[in-house]
């Protein structure tokens, strides 16, 4: 008896922790939440301020002190929000090391961090532009194979980009693969609304007709 009770309270031991551990979990994403919010919030009124001085991060114009505080302060609020485990928020920083944008300078590599993160929450954008920083060799090593394996997992999620890119790898066989046009317009086939699929598989089907001997 005393053994059971025993491993009934290890038991029950267990289940706490894990009870807690989700909870930490659960309030952490709460809060990343509300940091990437407050930030977004403050990306939106840093917006208007530049546009009422006729200034432009994309340009690149010199900011004042001030403004350029607001900059960096946006990009800690996304730092903070994902380092908290908020997708968005990841997804953000990704996109934003990769251009360079409102950060101190582009940083491939950690562009492909952030993406990373959130590619292995499930973001599917996250998951096709990680797939194209291995294509690329941008950010990590070139894994042609890998850049694959993540456009299938995105597509197969719904993502229409990561569809077409596969395609495109398929139709032109770009790292030294094989080429498959039929693989390439199955592909295609399941997005017909995105823009330039139907005219990559046109050109699909004149590569195949052309192998074919029918043209």
Known sequence: TMEIKKVKFNILVVTFYVLCAWADEQQAAHDGSKLFAEGQEKAQAL???LARRNLSLEKGD???????????EVVDLFTQAA?????EA???LGGM????YMVKEKDDSLSAKYFSLAADQGKLESITNLGTMYKDGVGVEHDIIQAIDLYEKAFEGGHSLAAYNLAAIHANGVGGLPKD????RTLLAAIPD????????AQIDKMIQQEAGEL
């Open 97 to 100: 090391y990769n251009m360079g």
């Open 194 to 201: 995105f823009q330039g699929a139907s005219e990559a598989m």
């Open 47 to 49: 917006s208007k301020k």
């Open 181 to 184: 046009l039929g693989r390439a």
């Open 62 to 72: 010199q900011l004042p002190v001030k403004l350029q505080e607001d900059v960096d």
């Open 90 to 92: 990841q997804h953000a």
């Open 83 to 87: 380092d908290a485990g908020f997708a």
